[in-house]
């Protein structure tokens, strides 16, 4: 179970990385940038999630909480790292700085994701994981504002 | 030095030792702690305390950094984020030993120890990004950004990611009941010691923003010097 | 006033040797941090001043 969370990130991680140090040009918008990186991310998933439950041959009792896991986890993931991908950007060591900057900060959504995933893997119901989506959308907010808040410094710099 | 803060640091040194004094010997041990293990709470706890201080103060300055572009605000943040790692090494290793006391283990990744180690990565990143960063201007941008980005997934990490997992760890002060359940002589001591070392930070804040200064004023008349 | 909890029943020594090295372990480290701002000042003068080394 743990497995399959690990193998989205590494996926949005490498997915979301790599085109961002591209999307370096100043006409970029975060918003943009978020947006790209979500659909992005949202097309891997979308290839990965089936292939992954197929091959491990893992049923998800309840699918409205994974789904709502899957797109809220996605939510905090993209935003959080395509900010620290546009400090990154700005910075000489891009790949390693990368990982060691935005581990930390992703570490609290992916272990919620887990949980839902965990308990969306047993438990039909949407609410057995509400404490999750809680958890997620509250990050997802916080995170949105702040990166709203704080990219129009990191941009100019 | 000033006869003032003379005084004053001897007034310090004097709490400490009266807190250290009252930590062994005054305070009694607390029920269903291990033997004196409870004594612990009069360091560990403190340590916490102060790293959250730091990080408030980090992000504090590394706001003010980005609103007035000076560079005291980026020094003062980095100080901050130096300080409040420091301290957090500190209630990590104190919170350890007690988990050896108490559950006979030094590590055993119960959450509380998984989200600290966390917020040591998040302020390590902080360091290395300044590390990684030449230009100064652009490492205080980027990094006061930085800072305050970290600073909104705190929360998530240190209350609401824990509150999801059984921890063994104690009631944190400010728990669910909002009661402090202490006895009186051990609030006392517990109070006391909070105070001084907060005290204690204070100066060596005071003292590293002095030293980046004078780091800095060094550099520049270096530079200077090179010039003519 | 919060009444006084219960004194452990049994006044036992144990793990007053663990609470001693979490005080030296504090101090320790707050001198580790004093010397280390004491370098960093020590080395920005001596960088200002290489003609005259004190």
């Known amino acids: 179970m743990t497995g399959l969370s690990r193998s989205f990130v590494s996926e949005e991680e490498g997915g979301t990385a790599a085109p961002l140090r591209l999307t370096a040009p100043p006409a970029a918008v975060l918003l943009g940038k978020v947006l790209s990186n979500l659909v992005l991310l949202g097309v891997v998933s979308a290839f990965v999630v089936p292939l992954f439950l197929a091959l491990m041959s893992f049923e998800i009792a309840g699918v409205p909480l994974f789904l709502a896991v899957l797109l809220f986890g996605g939510i905090g993931l993209g935003a959080a790292s395509t900010f620290v991908a546009a400090i990154v950007a700005k910075t000489a060591a891009k790949g390693a700085l990368f990982a060691v900057l935005a581990t930390p900060l992703l570490l609290p959504p992916l272990v919620a994701a887990v949980t ?35 990219f129009d410094a990191v941009w100019r710099e | 030095m000033g006869v003032l803060s003379r005084v004053a640091q001897g007034i310090l040194a004097l709490a400490m030792l009266a807190v250290i004094w009252g930590s062994f010997l005054y305070a ?23 790293a959250s201080l730091a990080f408030l103060l ?101 209350f609401a990611v824990p509150r999801m997992y059984a921890s063994l760890h104690p009631d944190t002060v400010i728990n669910s009941s909002g009661k402090i359940q202490m006895s009186s002589d051990i609030k006392l001591v517990f109070f006391s010691s909070l105070a001084v070392f907060t005290a204690v930070f204070a100066w060596m804040y005071a003292l590293d923003r002095k030293v980046s200064r004078i780091v800095r004023e060094a550099a520049l008349a270096e530079e200077g010097a090179v010039a003519r | 006033m919060t009444p006084d909890a219960p004194v452990a029943a049994v006044p036992s020594h144990g793990a007053l040797f663990y609470v001693a090295a979490v005080n030296l372990i504090i101090w320790v480290g707050l001198f580790a941090y004093l010397v280390y701002l004491d370098r960093k000042v020590k080395g920005a003068l001596s960088r200002r001043t290489p003609e005259d080394p004190r």
């Not at chain 1, 509400?130 to 704080?150: C, N, P, S």
Request: charged share 15%.
């Open chain 1, 116 to 150: 839902g995933t965990r308990i969306a893997a047993t438990d039909p119901a949407l609410s057995a994981g509400a404490d999750v989506i809680r958890l997620l959308v509250a990050y997802d907010g916080v995170m949105l504002t702040a990166a709203f808040l704080l």
């Open chain 2, 28 to 50: 009694k041990p607390a029920a269903n702690f291990i033997g004196e293990s409870s004594r612990i709470v009069f360091y560990h706890v403190p340590m916490a305390w102060i």
């Open chain 2, 58 to 158: 980090a992000a504090g300055y590394s706001a003010l950094y980005l609103k007035r572009r000076r560079v005291e605000d980026d020094e003062a943040a980095a100080g901050a984020a130096r300080l409040g790692i420091l301290f957090c090494l500190l209630a990590t290793v104190t919170g350890s030993i007690f988990a050896r006391v108490m559950w006979n283990s030094y590590w055993n990744w119960d959450p509380r120890e998984t989200s600290i180690v966390l917020l040591l990565l998040v302020y390590g990143a902080y360091l290395g990004l300044r590390g990684a960063v030449e230009d100064p201007e652009r490492k205080a941008t980027l990094s006061a950004a930085y800072a305050l980005i970290a600073f909104v997934t705190v929360p998530f990490l240190m």
